[in-house]
T-cell receptor
Framework: DAGVIQSPRHEVTEMGQEVTLRCKPI?????LFWYRQTMMRGLELLIY????????DSGMPEDRFSAKMPNASFSTLKIQPSEPRDSAVYFC?????????????FGPGTRLTVL | KQEVTQIPAALSVPEGENLVLNCSFT??????LQWFRQDPGKGLTSLLL?????REQTSGRLNASLDKSSGRSTLYIAASQPGDSATYLC????????????FGKGTHLIIQP
């Protein structure tokens, strides 16, 4: 079974541009998470969805960030406009809600550089 | 707000040694605690998950313990190997139904051949 798929793997853009990161969760998983990793702050939760519904977006830094999950197999994280301080590695993770397991499976990440 | 701290931030030991990585958290109302491994340029891989009602979990050469009341967990690695070199991250899931994880900043481990 394929793991969590993220695209692109690397993105370099200029300040002010719109950036869209994409994630395909593992088939059959019903929870999806977006995290951001920086040297200064480590890994931080941005937002998560259960059954395609956003549950907690308190980690989204500001209105420039938005996330959608139009169906069970696809999610996007959009930054508009982007700023240099948004440079980080963005991870998507998914899991199946179950009484027997709670493990989140992470994608390889998207390394974003905003110049 | 939950805070997770990992000590040490970095560790370098010769191959074959047993070692302990430490994790502490400020709010003991957790649902579970997980240890992850992160290799350079890659995502995270789950190693062990301990439910709040459990004291420890074992997988091969890895053993994780949890003392919820004191807000501490340890990851014990037996007979370390160069392939164990990676960053090890501790993460807690809060109680009360919330689902996102709060991570420590990790311990960067180097096993010298």
């Amino acid at each position: 079974d394929a793991g969590v798929i993220q695209s692109p793997r690397h993105e370099v853009t200029e300040m002010g541009q719109e950036v869209t990161l994409r994630c395909k969760p593992i088939s059959g998983h019903n929870s999806l998470f977006w995290y951001r990793q920086t040297m200064m702050r480590g890994l931080e939760l941005l937002i998560y969805f259960n059954n395609n519904v956003p549950i907690d977006d308190s980690g989204m830094p500001e209105d420039r960030f938005s996330a959608k999950m139009p169906n069970a197999s696809f999610s996007t994280l959009k930054i508009q406009p982007s700023e240099p301080r948004d440079s980080a590695v963005y991870f998507c993770a998914s899991k199946r809600t179950s009484a027997y397991t709670d493990t989140q499976y992470f994608g390889p990440g998207t390394r974003l550089t905003v110049l | 707000k939950q805070e997770v701290t990992q000590i040490p931030a970095a560790l370098s030991v010769p191959e074959g040694e047993n070692l302990v990585l430490n994790c502490s958290f400020t709010d003991s109302a957790i649902y579970n605690l997980q240890w992850f491994r992160q290799d350079p340029g890659k995502g995270l891989t789950s190693l062990l998950l301990i439910q709040s009602s459990q004291r420890e979990q074992t997988s091969g050469r890895l053993n994780a313990s949890l003392d919820k009341s004191s807000g501490r967990s340890t990851l014990y690695i037996a007979a370390s190997q160069p392939g164990d070199s990676a960053t090890y991250l501790c993460a807690v899931r809060p109680g009360g139904g919330a689902d996102g994880l709060t991570f420590g900043k990790g311990t960067h481990l180097i096993i010298q051949p």
